[in-house]
């Protein structure tokens, strides 16, 4: 990285006593030569302004100047005298007050040396870079170490974001939500774009989920080809991990994910699950039961450490994402926890919770195994010729009723046993008398030829009215 402070090697250049040395430590991407009264609205941060003090002719002059510099990001004015007194008193104490490193050039020198000299720095510096970073990378260097690396040539903080969205490594706290620069990214059909005060590149891999690179600050051209190098070698050190998670112990979790697109499913699960940073182990083996070829298994971690209200946590993450996949939908269950010796159950109910969101609406949709009944479970595990076969054996008289009499017993009996075989709260819920509810419940008992008072016809009413559902 080039600073201000390296620049004081070349000859000529040399910092006015008034520039206070931690200032001398900006970074410098380029060099920008001006002789305008305010030059704000073409500067770009981490440039070495270079001007003879034309503009200057009186005392207060220098205010819009410098004050232009320090909100535009200048990393420092290197300045020739106005005249044979040398920079004004005026430039150099506005300087000091916006903390704009201030450089002395000896007035024999003339501009375009000092250009040429600036430019020649500045590219022997991009190449080291370069040369430095791709070290790092053929190392195997961590990502972390990759970034950090990275941070020190580009002179700015770094991130690298999953679409999940989450913070997969930075090099500082991320100053906005992750998931901000993710939408814009998306909005801007997958191109380079200015979020949040971030400038965001693509990752390239062949992962369904993208990683983004997320620099802070506008760039310079210099910066953005080195960001660019960076987003490659991002995607070269993701390609080469491999995790290969161990067997949990202890209570554990099954996750099902279904996308409409089968090569997207396994890579979406896995970088939703990164986002609760919990231990997760791919199943090798498939749970009893057909599934679908687009389903994705896994099991996570669950020993008194899992997010509380994760399904809501995960269709917020997945909703950011979805723009960026080719799946249109995206589905997923989770079970209750179970001890892992147990876990093929887990599966079985995740599986279960992952079809019951098959059947609501929404591009994305995630089930807790709390939104499934008990006996929802234990009906999907019969098949659907077996299903019809029971309602027709325990309600087939009830059904020929409604049809003939074109009447609503069917309904009157489930909303009657939904509401604990309550006459009154039925009723209320019908919209009917009291007494008309006690005739109709009567009457289907008389058709259906069992008590609709005892408990155990009750249940047994109860999952035949329900084996549509």
């Not at 250009?115 to 972390?144: M, N, Q």
């Not at 380079?192 to 310079?220: I, N, Q, Y």
């Not at 939908?329 to 098959?358: K, T, W």
Request: charged share 20%; glycine share 8%.
């Amino acid at each position: 990285m080039t600073t201000v402070r390296t620049l004081l090697g070349l000859p000529g250049l040399r910092p006015h006593p008034s520039t206070a040395e931690g200032l001398l430590d900006r970074a410098v991407t380029r060099i920008y030569v001006t002789e305008l009264p305010d030059p704000g609205r073409y500067l770009t941060a981490g440039e070495l302004v270079l001007s003879g003090l034309l503009w200057w002719r009186a005392p207060g002059d220098a205010e819009p100047f410098v004050a232009a510099l320090a909100a535009g990001g200048a990393a420092a004015l290197a300045a020739s005298g106005a005249d044979a007194g040398g920079i004004p008193e005026d430039v150099i104490d506005t300087c000091a007050r916006h903390g704009v490193p201030l450089l002395e050039v000896p007035p024999d020198l003339s501009f375009a040396v000092v250009t040429e000299r600036v430019v020649l720095a500045l590219a022997a510096a991009a190449d080291g870079a370069r040369k430095r970073l791709l070290t790092a990378a053929a190392e195997d260097a961590p990502l972390a170490d990759l970034l950090a690396r990275a941070a020190e040539e580009l002179g700015t903080a770094c991130w690298v974001l999953s679409g999940v969205p989450r913070v997969v490594a930075g090099t500082a706290p991320l100053p906005v939500s992750a998931a901000e620069p993710v939408r814009q990214f998306a909005a801007a059909r997958a191109r380079p774009t200015a979020a949040g005060g971030l400038t965001v590149l693509p990752v390239e891999s062949r992962h369904a989920v993208p990683w983004l690179l997320a620099v802070d600050g506008p760039l310079s051209t210099a910066q953005t080809e080195l960001a660019e190098e960076l987003a490659g070698l991002v995607g070269l050190a993701r390609a080469r991990s491999r995790p290969s998670p161990a067997p949990l112990g202890g209570n554990v979790r099954a996750v099902a994910l279904r996308t409409e697109d089968s090569s997207e499913a396994d890579d979406v699960l896995a970088e939703l699950l990164a986002t609760t940073e919990l231990a997760t182990f791919k199943e090798a083996i498939t749970p009893t039961g057909s599934r679908d070829h687009t389903d994705a298994l896994a099991l996570v971690a669950d020993d008194d450490s899992w997010p509380g209200g994760w399904a809501d946590d995960a269709v917020t993450a997945l909703s950011t994402v979805e723009p960026l996949l080719r799946a249109t939908r995206i589905l997923a269950g989770v079970s209750d926890p179970v001890p892992a010796a147990e876990s093929r159950g887990a599966f079985e109910v995740a599986r279960h919770a992952l079809s019951l969101a098959a059947q609501r609406e929404g591009d994305v949709v995630v089930v807790p195994a709390a939104a499934l009944g008990v006996h929802q479970l234990l009906l999907a595990g019969a098949s659907t010729d077996l299903r019809a076969a029971l309602r027709r054996r325990l309600l087939g008289p009830l059904l020929d009723y409604d049809a003939e009499q074109h009447s609503d017993l069917v309904r009157t009996v489930r909303v009657f046993l939904e509401c604990s075989g309550s006459p009154t709260r039925a009723a209320k819920t019908l919209h009917i008398h009291v007494n008309t509810l006690r005739y109709r419940i009567g009457r289907a008992a008389e058709l259906l030829g069992v008590d609709l008072t005892d408990f155990v016809a009750q249940v047994d009413v109860y999952l035949a009215l329900t084996s549509e559902s």
